[in-house]
């Protein structure tokens, strides 16, 4: 059974760092692309970026403009997002998810998703 645990989220002032981690078990990652979106309250979710391990692809959405960097460690099976400049209205759910087929901006390509872990941005 494949499951995804994301961990990292957590309270950070504008202008701080997180690092978001997504681990695996069940399936290895680096066999299918990988993709991380986000869900504020009251929003649709949304696409922040995905990896394509072959050949190292990386995807981002328009308003991550350089700030957040997507990456994998197949040794310990974990995809990260490490996200940087951090603005209030990056405040919502992050969620790892393991792509299946189709547009790789889309959440109806992936088929198995974490938990979600919270991201939370003072002004």
């Known amino acids: 059974q494949v499951q995804l645990v994301e961990s990292g989220g957590g309270l950070v002032q504008a202008g701080g760092s997180l690092r978001l981690s997504c681990a695996a078990s069940g399936r290895t990652l680096s066999n299918y692309p990988m993709g991380w979106f986000r869900q504020a309250p009251g929003k649709e979710r949304e696409f922040v970026a995905a990896?394509?391990?072959?050949?190292?692809?990386?995807y981002y959405g328009n308003f991550v403009k350089g700030r957040f960097t997507i990456s994998g460690d197949n040794a310990k099976n974990t995809v990260y997002l490490e996200m940087n400049s951090l603005k209030p209205e990056d405040t919502a759910v992050y969620y790892c998810?393991?792509?299946?087929?189709?547009?790789?901006?889309?959440?109806?390509?992936?088929?198995?998703w974490g938990q979600g872990t919270q991201v939370t941005v003072s002004s």
């Open positions: 998810a393991s792509y299946r087929s189709g547009g790789i901006y889309y959440t109806t390509s992936y088929d198995r």
């Open positions: 990896i394509n391990w072959s050949p190292g692809t990386t």
